[in-house]
């Protein structure tokens, strides 16, 4: 599962009175992302769920445990962030982090699972990398997509593959995928019961089941059930 881009309540928190290039955030930014987070964890998963979904932060039990293990991680990204907005590769919306938190809050324990953040996120941080521009992350772009960055390599800003075109991550429409299996195309996302390998191939998600079967569908675990 990777890194959901959350925040905690409240314009005034957040400094939501400006409008964009607000820095990288207030300084408890970090915090306020781990808060967030942790509530969903707590709220959906049970014990032995939270044990699988917290192991890649060192594992956790409680909510104080969780902030802990991920305030940190979070604050590693937010430096980043800090150091390609310093250099004018990226900008911070503080009203779009406002719109993120509620888009999230709103979420049921099934959709937050559902490993991709939803549009309301992608405003938060915008890249400033025109089209031709060198970069070294898709999130410097203003395309949101950098062909050719991938290892040591500086990438150039263009606009992300559509469906049967030639991929590196990253397809232009969320509803495809890069297929690196076969033939790193862009291809369309499985729908529910369709076999699958992995996550991304799946509108929602690849579930393993006792017989050994990987299909597309909801969330199977930390459904709040």
């Known amino acids: 599962m990777k890194l959901r881009t959350v925040l905690l309540t409240g314009c005034l928190l957040l400094g939501c009175s400006g409008g964009s290039g607000d820095g990288g955030g207030p300084p408890e930014l970090a915090s306020t992302w781990a808060s967030a987070v942790c509530e ?4 959906c998963c049970t014990s032995a769920e939270l044990v699988e979904v917290s192991s890649e932060f060192g594992g956790f039990a409680s909510e104080a445990e969780c902030v802990n293990a991920l305030e940190s991680k979070f604050q590693r990204y937010l430096d980043g ?3 390609a907005i310093e250099q ?4 911070y919306d503080a009203k779009a982090s406002a719109e993120c938190l509620w888009a999230i809050e709103s979420e049921s324990c099934a959709d937050y699972f559902v490993d991709r953040e939803p549009d309301e996120c992608k405003g938060m941080f915008r890249g400033l990398v025109p089209l031709e521009g060198s970069c070294t992350a898709n999130e410097f772009c203003v395309s949101g997509y950098c062909e050719g960055y991938l290892g040591p390599s500086i990438g150039i800003c ?18 495809d995928y890069c297929n690196f299996v076969a033939d790193r195309m862009c291809v369309a996302r499985k729908a529910e019961g369709e076999p699958c390998d992995s996550t991304p191939e799946c509108l ?11 299909t597309c569908g909801p969330p199977t675990s930390c459904d709040g059930l």
């Open 40 to 43: 969903k964890y707590l709220g």
């Open 158 to 175: 263009k606009l992300p593959p559509r469906r049967g075109e030639a991929c590196e991550g990253r397809c232009a429409d969320k509803n």
């Open 204 to 214: 929602l998600v690849c579930n393993f089941s006792d017989q050994g079967v990987r």
């Open 88 to 91: 004018n590769t990226l900008t």
């Open 81 to 83: 962030n800090d150091l």
